[in-house]
């Protein structure tokens, strides 16, 4: 992989991360555009290894709120101090982040390989666009981040766990579970970006561990580390705007970029343009 497509690569996954339109979906299209095996092992790694970008960008982000729970959860640990609820909240960051380390352990072979064609990725991101369209309407966002209980954490992090489907989203997923847990929008992607940070953490662990010879032989580490940085630059600024954003808008525009973008993928392999894998 060349420095430019690495580049275009980082700033594609960190601007779509936290977006509720999949990064791994488009960083799939994208690099099936550019003439790569998208489930060649060196390719799925590369994926997600870049997706590391996107977590220090939301840990500078949320470097005040981590400064405060991350002590507390340690105190508390070791302390009578549990009635705190940064100590609590960092249990149910926890407790969220089980489900997508159990299915993506579970079902790793096919996540690389059978949901990475793009049949796949085109019908998830127009069917999960459904789901956004009914949280977004369906929810009454009467809660707000005091009201988060590990209940709540459990099911949005189960929500996150169909995200391993590439096209249903992460963020899109964790966003409309919380939506339809009444909480409100700003809560809601606060709580995706908690969520990711272990779950994209463990993955890109994962991945360097197992196949850093692939990545080496294959997409090469210097496109990896460039793409990786690209994407933590770009994606400190999309977790900057879209806390702004959904502040005052629906998902809307989101739906629709989901069903549009799903549209023209299914066509485009339907009719023999570009190949599934």
Known sequence: MNIFEAILLGAVEGLTEFLPISSTGHLTILEKLLGYTINDPDVTAFTAIIQSGAVLATTIYLRRDIARIVPAFLRGLFSKARRDRDYRFGWMVIIGSIPIAIVGLLFKDQIETTLRSLWFVGSALILWSGVMWFADRAATQQ?????????????????????????????????????????????????????????????????????????????????????????????????????KFVARHTYTVFIWYRVILGTIVLLLVGTGAIEAT
């Open 143 to 243: 809660r707000h981040e005091q009201d988060v209980t590990w209940k709540d954490t459990l099911i949005i992090g189960t929500a996150q766990a169909l995200a391993l489907i590439p096209g249903i989203s992460r963020s899109g997923a964790t966003m409309s579970a919380g939506l339809l847990r009444d909480f409100d929008r700003v809560t809601v992607t606060r709580l995706s970006f908690f969520l990711s940070i272990p779950a994209l953490l463990a993955a890109t662990v994962l991945q360097v561990a197992d196949e850093y010879d692939n990545i080496s032989t294959g997409v090469g580490w210097p496109a990896t580390i460039t793409a990786t940085v690209v994407s933590g630059i770009v994606g400190y600024l999309a977790v900057a705007w879209l806390l």
